[in-house]
Nanobody
C-alpha cells in the first residue's frame, strides 16, 4: 500500500486549499483514511479521518466547521478541503491508512496507522 499526498502550498490567512491523497494498493477491510499534521518542533497531530465502513467523519476540534474530509472510491483518493485557514494550521500534512477497520476511539491515534504518505507542506501567512 502506498499513499501520495499533494496540494499543499502558501496561502494567506482566511484562504483555502484542497489536499489530495491517492492510495495505491488496497488496504484490507474497511480501513480508515486519515489526515494528520506536524508543525515544526511538535508531535504529529490528528486532523480528520473517515471511517470507510459508513463514511462517518471525525475532526479535531480546532478544524471543525473549517475542514472537510471526503473520499472518491473510484479513484482511491481522500481529500481534505481546508477553508478559513489560520497561521496555526501551518504544518506538513500527512495522509494515513492501515489494514482493517479499527474502533472509533483509536481513529485519532497516529500509532493506529500502518501506512503514510510523504507529506505536503501547508503554509498560512498572517
Amino acid at each position: 500500500v502506498q499513499l501520495q499526498a499533494f496540494g499543499g502550498g502558501l496561502v494567506q490567512a482566511g484562504g483555502s486549499l484542497k489536499l489530495s491523497c491517492v492510495v495505491s494498493g488496497r488496504p484490507s477491510g474497511y480501513a480508515p483514511l486519515a489526515w494528520f499534521r506536524q508543525a515544526p518542533g511538535k508531535e504529529r497531530e490528528f486532523v480528520a479521518a473517515i471511517d470507510t465502513w459508513n463514511d462517518r467523519a471525525f475532526y479535531v476540534d480546532s478544524v471543525k466547521g473549517r475542514f472537510t474530509i471526503s473520499r472518491d472510491k473510484s479513484s482511491n483518493t481522500v481529500y481534505l478541503d481546508m477553508n478559513s485557514l489560520k497561521p496555526e494550521d501551518t504544518a506538513v500534512y500527512y495522509c494515513g491508512t492501515r489494514n482493517g477497520r479499527i474502533i472509533v476511539s483509536a481513529i485519532s491515534r497516529a500509532e493506529t496507522y500502518d501506512y503514510w504518505g510523504q507529506g505536503t507542506l501547508v503554509t498560512v501567512s498572517s
